[in-house]
């Protein structure tokens, strides 16, 4: 049940007569999904979104089917015309990496990175950055990684010896004892509301016993209310009050949250890019000692082309560590 809303700007147009399945907020807020880089996807632009303005949660009510989405995965999502190109080269490339290098930073304040025989697993892995950081950093890791792109997943494999799976419950099928380190990285916000309980279950099996730590990052969308945004292909629009709350009710025990990046992109800082581009295994461990001093006033990653993250009170992205609760 629906009724117009005059008095709300845009760009939320009408009420949603349903419960906040987070805070229990009743009366939730409704628009239409915005989908820029896929026109041509039919069950994208038939989406709406709901939020709740009590604790800036938003979902999609009726994602599309499972098979739409695994096979938009599987073939369009890091093809050729999206901005998750996989074959990305030179420039293209350098946002991916020194925000792996960040995250990187962010896990080692918490599990030592160069123990032997680390395992890492890296929930859609894209272009590998963290997974090739961490065996430059620590040769006897044993890197694994989720994802769904045939050709992402072949590269992985061929270029960085990386074990791919297409899913967690295949790697909890060849490695029960789960991960020391698993990495998130901008993977939640892809998952529908109806099946987010289940998959952080998952994430929770993998990690290895009370020591296994998990990286969960995620676009900040607790302005979601107020601030005209790109929607496509994301299903959850996490504020960080949500956030904490969905992760703690898993069982998840949050470790550390950190707010970062800008929300309009901002030039990339060239002393420090330039510092990145010959990574050597001896220039990381001297970075992620930096890192280690500073990442909680600054941070560097990327979002969608911000090639800076600061620490800052707003934030463009969420950065959570987790551990078994
Ligand atoms: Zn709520």
């Known amino acids: 049940m629906s009724q117009p809303l005059l008095d ?28 820029e880089y896929w026109p041509d996807l039919e069950f994208f632009n038939q989406l709406t979104v709901v939020a709740c303005s009590g604790c800036g949660f938003g979902y999609v009510p009726h994602p599309p089917t ?8 599987a073939t369009r999502y890091r093809g050729p015309s999206s901005p998750y190109f996989v074959w990305r080269r030179g420039p293209g490339r350098e946002p991916f990496r020194s925000r792996a290098l960040s995250q990187l930073g962010s896990v080692s304040r918490h ?40 050709h992402a997943r072949t590269d992985l494999e061929r270029r960085l010896a990386v074990a791919g799976t297409t899913s967690i419950s295949d790697f909890l099928t060849v490695h029960p004892e789960g991960a ?4 998130l990285s901008h993977v939640l916000e892809h998952i529908s509301h109806m099946d987010l309980a289940s998959f952080l279950l998952l994430v929770r ?14 676009p900040n969308d607790d302005s979601i209310l107020g601030l005209p945004s790109e929607d496509s292909p994301h299903l959850l629009f996490f504020s960080e009050k949500a956030l904490r709350e969905l ?8 470790l550390c949250v950190e707010r970062l990046g800008q929300r309009t992109p901002v030039a990339p800082s060239s002393p420090r ?6 990574l050597k295994r001896f220039s990381l461990i001297a970075s992620l000692a930096d890192l280690r001093g500073q990442a909680s ?24 560590i987790v551990r078994q609760a």
């Open 8 to 35: 709300l700007p845009e760009p939320f147009k009408w009420t949603v007569d349903s419960v906040c399945a987070v805070c229990g907020k009743e009366g939730l807020l409704g628009r239409r999904y915005r989908n």
């Open 205 to 218: 099996d993998a990690l290895r016993g009370s020591g296994g730590i998990a990286l969960i990052e995620v």
């Open 297 to 320: 006033q600054r941070g560097r990653a990327d979002w969608f082309g911000v090639t800076e993250l600061t620490a800052s009170p707003v934030g463009s992205v969420l950065r959570v």
């Open 180 to 183: 020391d380190v698993v990495v």
């Open 66 to 73: 499972d098979t739409e989405l695994e096979t938009f995965y």
């Open 273 to 278: 890019l330039a510092r990145l581009k010959n």
């Open 247 to 254: 992760l703690s009710r898993s069982g998840l025990e949050i």
């Open 111 to 150: 599990t030592d990175l160069r123990r032997p025989g680390h395992i890492v697993l890296d929930v859609g892995a894209g272009l590998g950055e963290v997974l090739r950081l961490q065996t430059i950093l620590n040769p006897t890791s044993r890197c694994f990684a989720v994802e769904q792109d045939l």
